[in-house]
């Protein structure tokens, strides 16, 4: 049993000029005041055969997960919360996609420069001249799940979740957590932020299924300079080891560089350390 959609998502997804190409999400759309995690509805969705498109929609999440097992603060009315199902997209790899999808549709209708930080982290870089560390805020991520023992290649829950109005977070994330409001100065329709998010995935799953991830990797390159030349810490098989950033390869691992070596960073805990102060060069 699904909730009422709120006002601000009716009139956003029914804008006459977008309803036509948002139809492929609004026509199995699952909303919930409250819900325990987006990720898991739509899952189980996936699981019973729903089709490409299908969207879970919620106001605030009871126990929102992100990556490795970490919560996803999702308090009430002030963040989205949106996971949909993906079908038939091999060889592309799903969380780059969606997040050039969510980077590029927040910034169509907010004035955010939201940046990529490997693998899937939406950030916002700080002032340049700001002694202040971590340098780059995230006001989102993403978690693209698969199901877990089927032989449904191609078939993933794409789950992201944006911090639209938030002002304030749990101690273990205040530094780093950030809003739309807060970096924009002003409030955000998270409506227009939905809905703009979901003809970004329309029109870049198109162009996937269509033509491969070329240009979609390509854009992702654009929207994350943090992919190349900042130095980071990691988790290797042989140890810890610090390097510096040499952009991605097309199936979405990170190349690190230490010394004369170049390691492909696939997955795990990745530190992203300040750069270095000039007068230790
Ligand atoms: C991360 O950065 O760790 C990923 C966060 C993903 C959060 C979204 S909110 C909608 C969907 N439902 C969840 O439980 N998680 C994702």
């Not at 950030?123 to 032989?151: F, H, M, N, T, Y």
């Amino acid at each position: 049993m699904t909730d009422v959609l709120p006002k601000d998502f009716v009139r956003a997804l029914g804008e006459p000029v977008v309803a036509t190409r948002l139809s492929r999400f609004t026509q199995r759309l699952a909303y919930f005041d409250v819900v325990e995690s987006t990720n898991d509805v739509a899952m189980r969705l996936l699981e019973s055969g729903a089709p490409d498109g299908t969207t879970v929609l919620a106001s605030a999440q009871t126990a929102g997960r992100g990556r490795r097992g970490r919560n996803w603060f999702s308090p009430e009315g002030v963040g989205l919360y949106l996971s949909v199902v993906i079908r038939d997209m091999q060889a592309v790899p799903i969380t780059l996609l969606a997040g050039v999808v969510a980077a590029e549709g927040i910034r169509s209708v907010t004035e955010v420069p939201v940046e990529l930080e490997w693998p899937n982290d939406l950030v916002v870089e700080s002032d340049e001249s700001s002694p202040i560390w971590p340098r780059r805020q995230k006001v989102g991520g993403i978690l693209a799940e698969g199901a877990p023992g089927r032989a449904d290649h191609g078939a993933v829950v794409v789950g992201i979740g944006v911090n639209v109005n938030s002002t304030g977070y749990p101690p273990d994330i205040a530094d780093r957590a950030s809003s739309l409001e807060v970096i924009s100065g002003r409030k955000v329709d998270r409506g227009a932020v939905l809905s703009s998010i979901l003809l970004s995935l329309a029109g870049w799953s198109d162009k996937c299924r269509t033509a491969g991830g070329v240009t979609m990797l390509q854009r992702w390159r654009e929207l994350s300079p943090s992919s190349r030349g900042s130095r980071v810490l990691w988790a290797s098989t042989e140890g810890d080891r610090s390097g510096v950033t040499e952009g991605i390869d097309s199936d979405g691992a990170l190349r690190v560089r230490f010394g004369e070596q170049s390691e492909r960073v696939l997955g795990g805990e990745l530190v992203w350390l300040p750069e270095p102060a000039l007068d230790s060069l």
